[in-house]
């Protein structure tokens, strides 16, 4: 039987289902989904790649991956230093898979060293952060057009939700341009927080507007344009830069292409100083998200994302205490740790699994090997796309002309024929 799994609570409804029965019952399901009036996706790492056919990674490598190849950059002094003095072990479960809380704490030791006015140690520890932004930062400005590619697809299928629900909300931790590129490329107008035209800088109010088009001249009635995505980037991005001789009330600017120079490009909601996650722009983009995650008949669709980030998680947490509130995530539950096919569970997940909630939705597949290699799982972002979002535009077509048919064999029965 399939080893794809959709859990709602504890319950697989696809227990006794081969694999092509599996997909069309959660494309199915998918599509009940696409016609509630609030639906928002969150996007996590695991979106900005994906694995071919022949096992190589396209696209940006997630955290882990990225963190082992920082890592095996940096000096043995560097390691030395960041052990003994900052008191970072590399090899520890916190860093060793995950950047993010590597510049978290090199960023509060920066502030502390600040408040001492240690200029010794802070240009040390300046120097690391800048090595780890620019590490980052070339990983993330490659374009990988064939992770755009899916991004495309996506979107084509996305834009065909009913116009007169609202917009699609896309939240995502990642940094890169992936989103971005895909809606130019498909003309897809889309609001980032952001307005200007030649400089553009942040502005949380544009979160509350709307591209409308003129329906009646005469009475002056306008309807909300059909293809419109809000897009929230939650940890910032490589296009960010804070200017600070801005006369803006926000110094956050966006640049249209991203240039690696001396500003602080931003990359990151660190804890501490001004730009921290409690700051703006971070503060306002999570007030966003926990705003509209709190709106009525509200689901959120989790791709890609390992429930690694507790602030992000609080917020769904307290979401869920909303009894109308959907949660569906497109992940890994259970894995298969080698060929052997000895299991063990994504314990992040597997704690919101153990609620046995029936509000919260569980898609993916056990990751197995084959032939030596681990088989691309369904919950990744390519797969998912191509293999479980239903082709909307389809079935659209096909009601309209269902409907259209049902109405010719009504007006053929009104006929009256000649015998009559």
């Not at 001249?217 to 809000?230: A, P, T």
């Not at 609620?355 to 898609?363: A, E, H, V």
Request: net charge neutral; charged share 30%.
């Amino acid at each position: 039987m399939s080893e794809i799994y959709f859990y709602k609570g504890q319950k697989n409804v696809l227990a006794d289902k081969s694999d092509e029965e599996a997909k069309e019952e959660i494309q199915k399901e998918l599509l009940q989904v696409f016609d509630v009036k609030n639906l928002s996706f969150l996007f996590g790492a695991g979106c900005s790649s994906h694995v071919r056919d022949d096992g190589t990674e396209q696209g940006i490598p997630v955290m882990a991956p990225m963190a082992k190849e920082y890592y095996a950059t940096l000096e043995p002094k560097n390691k030395t230093y960041l052990q003994k003095t900052i008191k970072i072990n590399i090899e520890h479960s916190n860093y060793k898979t995950n950047l993010e809380k590597f510049l978290e704490v090199l960023f509060s030791y920066k502030y502390l060293m600040e408040c001492r006015k240690n200029e010794k140690e802070l240009k040390k520890v300046q120097a690391l952060i800048q090595k780890t932004k620019d590490f980052i930062f070339e990983k993330c400005t490659n374009r990988h057009d064939s992770v755009i590619t899916i991004y495309e697809q996506f979107y084509k299928k996305l834009v065909y939700r009913d116009k007169n629900l609202t917009k699609t909300n896309i939240f995502t931790t990642n940094y890169d341009l992936f989103n971005e590129r895909a809606l130019d490329q498909l003309g897809i107008i889309f609001s980032n927080g952001f307005s200007g035209v030649i400089n553009r800088y942040f502005n949380p109010a544009v979160f509350n507007y709307a591209f409308a088009e003129q329906m009646d001249l005469s009475n002056n009635k306008w309807n909300v344009i059909d293809n419109f995505i809000y897009l929230y980037k939650l940890h910032g991005s490589i296009s960010w830069i804070e200017d600070e001789s801005t006369k803006h009330l926000f110094k956050i600017k966006e640049l249209q292409k991203p240039v690696k120079d001396d500003k602080n490009v931003m990359i990151y909601p660190t804890p501490v100083k001004q730009n921290a996650s409690f700051g703006s722009p971070y503060s306002d983009l999570f007030r966003e998200f926990q705003k509209k995650l709190m709106i009525s008949n509200n689901i959120l669709i989790t791709v890609g994302y390992s429930f690694s980030d507790e602030h992000i998680n609080n917020l769904i947490y307290q979401a869920l205490t909303i009894p109308a509130f959907r949660l569906i995530i497109v992940g890994s539950l259970k894995k298969y740790k080698d060929e052997n096919k000895e299991e063990f569970y994504n314990n992040n997940i597997k704690k919101l699994y153990d609620l046995n909630d029936p509000r919260i939705w569980i898609i993916g597949e056990t990751e197995r090997w084959e032939d030596g290699k681990l088989k691309t799982p369904i919950h990744f972002f390519n797969r998912f796309v191509n293999e479980m979002l239903p082709s909307i535009d389809q079935e659209n077509i096909e009601k309209s002309v269902q409907k259209v048919l049902d109405n010719l064999f009504a007006q053929q029965e009104q006929v009256p024929s000649d015998d009559s």
